[in-house]
């Protein structure tokens, strides 16, 4: 039976506010096999972890992420948005997030936001951190830019990376494989059994997301997909233990 592997999707984001230590703690108590997290650059090219170009989602400021340098950003309140309790959580580094991460029992899944902003350099920037970390057998790197995969692949060609879509398309996994992708990562209503079958041809491992609805949960598991992304790891881990026994 293949292993699905559970990843919170931006930490437990469903009990925190996303991409805050907060939400990754909270994840490694539920148990989950891995983090699934997203990198943007900042004016100074510190790689920091938060989904948007833009702060105001999920922070107090306004602007661009990268229109500022780390020191400024790191004064914004990156919680509240979500509950007052939250109030302390800031953006976090991938520096920071990675030393809390790496003594923990888990994989990780760093996507690069590459798809709205082609920020410079931010595929060796990433890389030399994960490298520093010792965490680059455990990590997965994504994007929905092909061109991001592709330098990965030229940094150092044993990094596992994933392309990312979610837009239905003709012999996907054929094209995921001709980039040198090692998986795919796809939006749960492209799952099918030929999308399994395509991908266990182009020998490359399938990810879902984002999967909330135990049915959808289910029927990852009995396609026998490599992972799942979910913003309810704690629902996941238990449903995953069910479907086992
Ligand atoms: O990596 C899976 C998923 O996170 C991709 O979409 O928009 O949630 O980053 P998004
Ligand atoms: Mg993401």
């Known amino acids: 039976m293949t292993k699905t592997f559970i990843y919170a999707h931006r ?3 469903k009990l925190a506010p996303e991409n805050t230590m907060a939400a990754f703690e909270l994840a490694r108590e539920a148990y989950a096999d891995g983090i699934e997290t997203d990198v943007q650059l900042t004016k100074d090219n510190i790689p920091v972890l938060i989904h948007d170009e833009n702060l105001r989602r999920t922070t107090n400021g306004t602007g661009f992420v990268q229109d500022y340098t780390y020191s400024e950003l790191r004064l914004l309140d990156a919680g509240s948005w979500f509950s007052p309790k939250f109030s302390d959580s800031s953006i976090v580094t991938l520096e920071d997030f990675l030393c809390w991460f790496q003594p923990q029992p888990m994989v990780l899944n760093v996507e690069l936001k590459t798809n709205v902003i082609a920020y410079k350099h931010i595929e060796k920037i990433v890389y030399e951190c994960l490298k520093n970390y010792q965490v680059l057998d455990r990590t997965v790197i994504s994007s929905f830019n092909a061109d991001s995969i592709m330098k990965m692949k030229e940094i150092n060609p044993s990094i596992q990376t ?16 001709s980039i040198h992708a090692d998986a795919l990562h796809v939006k749960h209503r492209l799952l099918d059994k030929k999308l399994v079958k395509s991908c266990q041809k182009h020998r490359l491992d399938l ?3 984002t999967v909330n609805r135990p049915t959808l949960m289910k029927k990852c598991f009995s396609l026998g997909c490599n992972g799942l992304f979910t913003d309810v790891p704690y629902e996941a881990v238990e449903y995953w233990k069910q479907w086992q026994k």
Not at 162 to 177: P, V
């Open 162 to 177: 994933a392309f990312l879509t979610s837009t239905k398309m003709r012999n996907l996994a054929g094209y995921a494989a």
């Open 207 to 209: 990810r879902i997301y």
């Open 11 to 13: 930490g437990a984001s």
